[in-house]
């Protein structure tokens, strides 16, 4: 499988567990993955995951779809679902890429999960903003820190030119707001 192909094109991929993830990928020769990752293997790095040629089963264009979410199957999928459970520093990735499909399909997976997405929140900004450690680094998850939260929310709407993602940042920060104000009036 030629993975250079698939440069700069929406893609899905199917995982040697057998996920499957819709997105926009950049092709990572061996170098630059071993460079960047320390993993000597070419890879596709579709914002924030990195697939490498022996973890990918297959690699489908998704270019010559346009259906109601365009060259994607779902408003958003599994890539999104897992940055709500892996918490700030993924779903931070992919609201500060460049892909507004990519930050709309984050943003609609936040409002559509907003309960999930409350319920892993914590007070205050990501421990390494303060020269700490986050406490499972380890595994991967964490928590989505709420200062953090609505910093990232904040930047969408003061820098971002997509009006559609600005209105769906502004929601999300309204609905922060009220359900925050409710559980400490509550308290």
Not at 20 to 32: K, N, P, Q, T
Not at 97 to 104: F, I, L, N, P, R
Not at 120 to 146: C, F, H
């Given at each position: 499988m030629d993975l250079k192909q698939f440069d700069n094109k929406c893609v899905?991929?199917?995982?040697?567990?057998?996920?499957?993830?819709?997105?926009?990928?950049?092709?990572?020769?061996?170098?630059?993955a071993?460079?960047?990752y320390g993993r000597n293997q070419e890879a596709l790095h579709m914002t924030p995951m990195v697939f490498y040629r022996?973890?990918?089963?297959?690699?489908?264009?998704?270019?010559?779809?346009?259906?109601p979410y365009g060259h994607y199957s779902e408003k958003?999928?599994?890539l999104e679902k897992k940055c709500l459970e892996w918490g700030t520093d993924m779903i931070e990735e992919v609201l500060d890429?460049?892909?507004?499909?990519?930050?709309?399909r984050m943003l609609d997976c936040m409002t559509d999960n907003f309960t999930l997405l409350t319920?892993?929140?914590?007070?205050?900004?990501?421990?390494?903003?303060?020269?700490?450690?986050?406490?499972?680094?380890?595994?991967?998850?964490?928590?989505?820190?709420?200062e953090e939260l609505r910093n990232m929310l904040g930047s969408l709407v003061k820098y971002n030119d997509y009006k559609e993602n600005v209105k769906?940042?502004?929601?999300?920060?309204?609905?922060?707001?009220?359900?925050?104000?409710?559980?400490?009036?509550?308290?």
């Open positions: 899905r991929i199917t995982d040697i567990f057998g996920e499957a993830y819709e997105g926009i990928v950049s092709y990572d020769s061996e170098e630059y071993f460079h960047e022996d973890d990918i089963v297959s690699v489908e264009s998704l270019e010559d779809v346009n259906g958003y999928g599994l890429s460049e892909d507004d499909t990519g930050v709309s319920e892993n929140a914590v007070p205050g900004l990501a421990p390494w903003r303060t020269g700490g450690m986050a406490e499972d680094a380890e595994s991967g998850q964490g928590p989505v820190y709420l769906k940042a502004e929601d999300l920060l309204e609905r922060l707001k009220e359900s925050f104000e409710d559980e400490t009036d509550r308290q």
